[in-house]
């Protein structure tokens, strides 16, 4: 049975990371469809800015989890091989054929599933959110569904179980981009038929935005408390995906928390009718959590964290390509602008020292912006070491000496900055672990001559007035890539994402790379080939690990961990709740 190939490779990933304390599906009778107790996670994000229940319109984890307890895919990853593939619970497709010329997704749906009202799940449904990313602003579309609204350029409804996706051309991220949630179209009174006249603007403030009636998944939408939490409860119309047939808990809650600290003192608490599930919390606390004996699972993740380094001048920002997608000139950063600088820099981080201290051992270093688990990691490249010689010998030769002996380099013959400026620069962060390995970087610059002024500010404050202003000087901060990994890294590093003011793009530092930019286009749109892939995603961190446009930090170990009364906790990396339909609260 696939369970029991799955619960094999969980002991074998356990025995790999010599992990402790997993509890398996356990032999004991368990309640049944229903019984099985409620799930209680907790939640630091607060239900009372609770995003949109719309999957297409949701910006944030803070309403993407609840939406993938309530609503299907077209396809997803499995989550014993972490790769797209055929009849993942909860999807709709149970194959697909992609044309000779690369560009048409075929896809076949499955005929036996309905919406919690009973309508049938159709091919209509999936072109539904299809011709919803094609109307961007109207509908408050969100970022996340950017490149599949790009790429897909047109569906065509074969019949009520088969649908084709048109890509404008050869994509080799089709299925990712095919990865789509799939909505009810009947709820919002949507048709094929009457598309033309359809009010795309009703899908904001809809009911179902805050308050979805019509769902497929584990669980069903019950009511936001705000302030409270978020509350689901089970759904026996998914009882056809669930691994035994039916649902056993008997609901979900996403509780309330203010901060991880709380959130962790009242899962190890182990009180009834309180949080008995946390999902990857800081790794600040995971020794804490397996101390109190919770069960208790961690491996590497695809959460990690970097200092973005501004490249350009910030004085003048702009826009990476001109109307007709040529590249502007950026202007230099007086003190990044010069490689060497950011070399050096690299040099001087002691990145064990940080994931040993503030991370408690619970992260991997990073080389060159491509988490460690990812299927196109380069096998030979090596991070930059931590050599404060090297460091303090780069800044030499950049022209950043020491003259005044205040243990603070200055500009006596720099690339960029006026003579005698000091080499001292603001970095940014929001707080919680990133406020703590900034000051703990603060520390290793000085040690070489460089002068950090750390500063914590709101979310809002450093990424939209000075981030995405692209008038920043550095900052400490973190992506939670994509699953699988996408080689393509232009999102952060391309051209076509420096965008800086309102609406801006993830290219903080304003980077570019002609090279660099030739080989994103061939990963995204080549042959396709893994083996072309991999050798031109090697080449892209390459070119990262030489040119620096970030200082490269560590992805985190994600963990998951349950209360000792939670049964068939049994998570796997990336996936800690993909069993969740047969979890229970026993005695």
Not at 115 to 138: C, K, M, N, R
Not at 504 to 513: K, L, R
């Amino acid at each position: 049975m696939r369970i029991n190939r799955l619960i094999s490779l969980i002991l074998v990933i356990v025995a790999l990371l010599g992990i402790a304390g997993i509890a398996m599906a356990q032999d004991q009778e368990l309640p049944g469809a229903g019984e099985g107790g409620i799930i209680i996670r907790g939640n630091t994000r607060g239900s009372g800015n609770l995003g949109p229940l719309v999957p297409i319109r949701c910006s944030g984890v803070d309403c993407s989890d609840p939406n993938a307890l309530i609503y299907p895919s077209l396809i997803a990853l499995d989550p014993e091989t972490q790769q797209y593939e055929p009849g993942v619970p909860q999807t709709l497709a149970t194959g697909w054929e992609i044309s000779e010329d690369g560009t048409t997704y075929t896809f076949t749906l499955r005929d036996d599933l309905t919406w919690s009202d009973g309508e049938p799940i159709t091919a209509e449904d999936v072109y539904f959110v299809w011709d919803a990313l094609q109307q961007g602003e109207v509908i408050g579309l969100s970022s996340s569904y950017a490149p599949a609204a790009a790429a897909l350029t047109d569906a065509e409804i074969i019949d009520d179980h088969t649908i084709a996706f048109i890509f404008e051309s050869p994509n080799c991220a089709g299925l990712q981009r095919s990865a789509l949630p799939v909505m009810p179209a009947h709820a919002w009174g949507y048709s094929v038929e009457e598309r033309d006249s359809f009010d795309w603007a009703s899908l904001v403030n809809h009911p179902m935005d805050r308050e979805p009636s019509v769902t497929y998944g584990p669980f069903k939408f019950t009511r936001i408390e705000p302030g409270t939490g978020v509350y689901l409860e089970d759904d026996q119309n998914y009882a056809s995906d669930a691994l035994d047939g039916f649902v056993r808990p008997s609901g979900f809650v996403y509780l309330d928390t203010p901060d991880q600290n709380v959130m962790v003192e009242r899962f190890i608490a182990f009180q009834p009718g309180d949080i008995n599930y946390i999902s990857e919390p800081d790794a600040s606390t995971f020794q804490t959590i397996q101390d109190a004996g919770a069960q208790f699972f961690a491996a590497p993740g695809r959460v990690w964290h970097y200092v973005a380094l501004n490249l350009a001048d910030p004085e003048t920002p702009q826009n990476g390509l001109d109307e007709e997608g040529n590249p502007i000139p950026q202007g230099n950063h007086p003190i990044f602008g010069d490689v060497r600088v950011r070399q050096a820099l690299q040099h001087a981080m002691n990145v064990d020292e940080i994931i040993n201290g503030p991370l408690n051992g619970n992260g991997t270093a990073m080389v060159a912006g491509t988490i460690p688990t990812a299927w196109t990691l380069h096998p030979e490249l090596e991070r930059r070491a931590f050599d404060q010689e090297a460091a303090m010998a780069l800044l030499d030769e950049a022209g950043w000496t020491d003259e005044d002996g205040d243990g603070v380099r200055e500009c006596h013959g720099c690339e960029y900055a006026e003579e005698g400026t000091p080499l001292e620069f603001s970095m940014m962060n929001v707080g919680d672990i990133r406020n703590d390995v900034a000051v703990i970087l603060q520390d290793q610059f000085a040690e070489v001559g460089v002068k950090v002024n750390v500063e914590v500010l709101d979310f809002n404050t450093m990424y939209d007035d000075n981030m995405g202003a692209q008038i920043f000087d550095s900052a400490v901060a973190g992506w939670r890539g994509a699953l699988p990994f996408d080689p393509d890294q232009r999102s952060f590093f391309g051209a076509q994402n420096d965008i800086f003011g309102e609406g801006y793009g993830f290219n903080f530092p304003s980077y570019y790379n002609a090279e660099f930019e030739e080989l994103g286009e061939l990963v995204a749109t080549g042959s396709c080939a893994p083996d072309e892939i991999k050798e031109a995603a090697h080449r892209m961190q390459e070119i990262l690990y030489e040119e620096q446009p970030y200082l490269w930090l560590y992805a985190f170990n994600s963990a998951y961990a349950a209360a000792p009364n939670i049964a068939n906790f049994a998570p796997l990396p990336n996936f800690g709740a993909w069993n969740i339909d047969q979890w229970a609260v026993v005695e």
